[in-house]
C-alpha cells in the first residue's frame, strides 16, 4: 500500500553535530524523494530532493542519499545550527502524488 | 517571485456549516495540490488541479472539492464540516503538473467547534 515509514520521530543533538533521518518506501516505481522542513506557523519547505537516477545529491551543509535496492533513503545535516530546529518530512511518488512520512522534530541545542 | 499565498490564515466555523479556502499559485505555475495535516494523521493529498482540470485526487469523502480558475488561482470547498476536519490545509504549486518541486503556501488553520 501507500507507505513511508521516517526514524527517528524526534532527534535532539548538540550544535556542530550532524543529524541524520531515515526513511523507506513500499513502492518500488517510486522516482522522485523531497525532503521538506517545517517551522513553526509556516507550510513545509522544499530543502532538497532526489530523483531516482542519483544515488547521493549535497547542498551545503545538507546531503540525501538513496538506496533503491533497499528502497530507503537519508537526509544528513551536517555542522547543525539552532536555525536546523524544525520538523523534516521525508516524501516519495506513488501514482503521480506525493505520500509523507510522519515527521521528525529536530532540536539542536547551543 | 511571490510565494504561494493562502487566505484566509485562520478560520473558524461551527460544526454543519460549509468553508471555502483560497490559494494563488507562485506566478507560472500552472499545477495547484491541496493537502490536509492533522497530529494524527500527518500530511495527506486531498487533490491536485492542472489547468482548470481536477488530475488526482486523494482518499476522502465528496464533501470536499475544489477547482481552479483560469489565472491558475484555486479555491477548495469543505461541506457539512465536522469536527474532524480541524486541521492545517496547505496548498502547494508546482510549474510542471506533477508532484516535483512542489512550493507550499502558509496554510489556512481550520478550526471547527
Avoid at chain 1, 9 to 28: F, H, M, N, R
Avoid at chain 1, 41 to 69: C, F, M
Avoid at chain 1, 86 to 105: N, P
Avoid at chain 2, 39 to 68: A, C, D, H, I, V
Amino acid at each position: 500500500g501507500e507507505n513511508v515509514e521516517q526514524h527517528p520521530s524526534t532527534l535532539s543533538v548538540q550544535e556542530g553535530d550532524s543529524a541524520v533521518i531515515k526513511c523507506t518506501y513500499s513502492d518500488s516505481a517510486s522516482n522522485y524523494f523531497p525532503w521538506y522542513k517545517q517551522e513553526l506557523g509556516k507550510g513545509p519547505q522544499l530543502i532538497i530532493d532526489i530523483r531516482s537516477n542519483v544515488g547521493e545529491k549535497k547542498d551545503q551543509r545538507i546531503a540525501v542519499t538513496l538506496n533503491k535496492t533497499a528502497k530507503h533513503f537519508s537526509l544528513h545535516i551536517t555542522e547543525t545550527q539552532p536555525e536546523d530546529s524544525a520538523v523534516y518530512f521525508c516524501a516519495a511518488i506513488k501514482t503521480d502524488k506525493l505520500i509523507f512520512g510522519t515527521g521528525t522534530r529536530l532540536q539542536v541545542f547551543p | 517571485k511571490a510565494g504561494v499565498t493562502q487566505t484566509p490564515r485562520y478560520l473558524i466555523k461551527t460544526r454543519g456549516q460549509q468553508v471555502t479556502l483560497s490559494c494563488s499559485p507562485i506566478s507560472g505555475h500552472r499545477s495547484v495540490s491541496w493537502y490536509q495535516q492533522t497530529p494524527g494523521q500527518g500530511l495527506q493529498f486531498l487533490f491536485e488541479y492542472f489547468s482548470e482540470t481536477q488530475r488526482n485526487k486523494g482518499n476522502f469523502p465528496g464533501r470536499f472539492s475544489g477547482r481552479q480558475f483560469s489565472n491558475s488561482r484555486s479555491e477548495m470547498n469543505v461541506s457539512t464540516l465536522e469536527l474532524g476536519d480541524s486541521a492545517l490545509y496547505l496548498c502547494a504549486s508546482s510549474q510542471t503538473g506533477t508532484p516535483y518541486e512542489q512550493y507550499f503556501g502558509p496554510g489556512t488553520r481550520l478550526t471547527v467547534t
